[in-house]
């Protein structure tokens, strides 16, 4: 049975870090790119993060760049988003994605995904 359980959202002030967790089981994690997602009330969800399979290459939108990380690692089947410098607009419900690409954009699915964990972003 396949698995993305994140973990480590919540409320922190502007300006704050937190560490979001995905932990994944039932599937070949290594042969899989990792995303995060998040998606606010009212809004579409919002690719914020891309790892390959091997961790050799990250993207971000401008929107979180310089201020996010992502990093996974195999041996455990996690990966993580590191957020620093938060800001109100970065409230949202974060979500840990699994997709397997097969060659430039070309992917199989099914896409796996977590349930899901709030990060709030206020004073």
């Known amino acids: 049975q396949v698995q993305l359980v994140e973990s480590g959202g919540g409320l922190v002030q502007p300006g704050g870090s937190l560490r979001l967790s995905c932990a994944a089981s039932?599937?070949?994690?290594?042969?899989?790119?990792m995303r995060w997602y998040r998606q606010a009330p009212g809004r579409e969800r919002e690719l914020v993060a891309h790892?390959?399979?091997?961790?050799?290459?990250?993207n971000y939108p401008d929107s979180v760049k310089g201020r996010f990380t992502i990093s996974r690692d195999n041996a455990k089947n996690t990966v993580d988003l590191q957020m620093n410098s938060l800001k109100p607009e970065d409230t949202a419900v974060y979500y840990c994605?699994?997709?397997?690409?097969?060659?430039?954009?070309?992917?199989?699915?099914?896409?796996?995904w977590g349930q899901g964990t709030q990060v709030t972003v206020s004073s």
């Open positions: 994605n699994a997709r397997r690409f097969i060659g430039g954009s070309v992917y199989v699915p099914p896409d796996y």
């Open positions: 039932g599937f070949t994690f290594s042969s899989y790119a």
């Open positions: 790892i390959t399979t091997t961790g050799g290459s990250t």
